[in-house]
């Protein structure tokens, strides 16, 4: 293995502008593009962008993760539940497989199904909800577990070798592409089990208590992670989500002051360090990495350098 294939990865999640901006208002454009700091560091960096598949079951901070690994690359399979379990110390029968299960909010707009970040949840919502659902869940086949607050473990023989759209790939997007609803009889047994058990929970959950009080109601779950555990990893890749939240709520502001901390915090140090730093967005990854300076590369840095929202666009 070469020493840049070597290199320690750095990879940062929701790190790229949208990728709708050009067609956004220009006081949007001008907000999101405005958040970005000016480091001449990242603009002057070797970069290499690679285009990810918008209806990709994997966001492409997942696929980069996995990548860098070294892991098996089958879409929708990469096995982040089986993962998480493993470090639970939980199993489960070798038929079965697992899956993470997310309590999602559903919002209708103009006639379609957006999937939308729920806010936070509280140790007491997950515990009445885990407990309320868990009897509708089980006979199913399909076992419980607590793992996060609004976020649970599964297992079940519906999860072996099941393709599943991660959580971070369809927030905020319209559901049309993964529910497939015109499209029934291509359906496979499990997935109508799992459609009917989120229409079974939606209706449990139109009217639990849980959400008498809270500002956006939790009205649906979806499930992800799905596929065997993958396996151990000689390479250092860390992983950032830092700049998700802001990203998900549209704050072009917050993203901002959290992407200037990350620049200073774990960016510019990567790449001072000669490690890899990918920044991945929706649809896309940019990876930067500072090379030996060169004559040709200080002839470079002499060259009029894009904005940094360039790069990152």
């Not at 696929?63 to 998480?84: I, K, V």
């Amino acid at each position: 293995m070469s020493a840049r294939l070597a290199a320690p990865v750095t990879v940062v999640s929701h790190a790229l502008l949208p990728p709708d901006l050009a067609q956004a208002h220009s006081i949007e454009r001008q907000a999101w593009q405005a958040a970005l700091p000016t480091h001449a560091a990242l603009r002057q960096a070797q970069r290499q962008r690679q285009q990810h598949d918008a209806q990709h079951l994997d966001a492409p901070h997942e696929w980069a993760q996995a990548q860098a690994m070294g892991w098996p690359l089958t879409p929708g399979l990469l096995g982040w539940a089986a993962q998480s379990a493993a470090q639970q110390g939980l199993s489960c029968s070798p038929e079965q497989g697992w899956a993470f299960i997310d309590l999602v909010h559903w919002r209708v707009d103009q006639g379609q199904v957006h999937l939308h970040h729920p806010g936070s949840i509280s140790a007491a919502e997950d515990q009445a909800l885990l407990q309320s659902m868990s009897p509708y869940f089980l006979e199913d086949g399909i076992h419980l577990q607590a793992f996060q607050a609004g976020r649970w473990l599964a297992h079940s023989t519906h999860f072996k070798h099941l393709p599943s759209a991660s959580l971070d790939q369809v927030m905020g997007r319209s559901m049309a592409a993964w529910l497939n609803t015109d499209d029934l009889a291509q359906q496979s047994d499990t997935q109508r089990v799992l459609r009917r058990l989120q229409n079974e929970m939606q209706m449990l959950l139109y009217t639990h208590a849980v959400n008498d009080q809270r500002a956006i109601s939790l009205n649906s779950f979806w499930w992800s992670g799905t596929g065997d555990a993958p396996p151990a990893s000689p390479n250092k890749v860390r992983l950032h989500l830092d700049l998700r939240h802001a990203y998900w709520a549209q704050d072009p502001a917050a993203w901002g002051a959290q992407w200037q901390a990350l620049a200073q915090e774990v960016m510019l140090p990567a790449l001072q360090n000669g490690h890899r730093l990918l920044l991945c967005g929706e649809q896309a990854m940019v990876q930067l990495q500072t090379p030996p300076l060169g004559v040709l590369q200080g002839l470079k840095n002499l060259l009029p350098q894009p904005a940094l929202h360039e790069v990152l666009s």
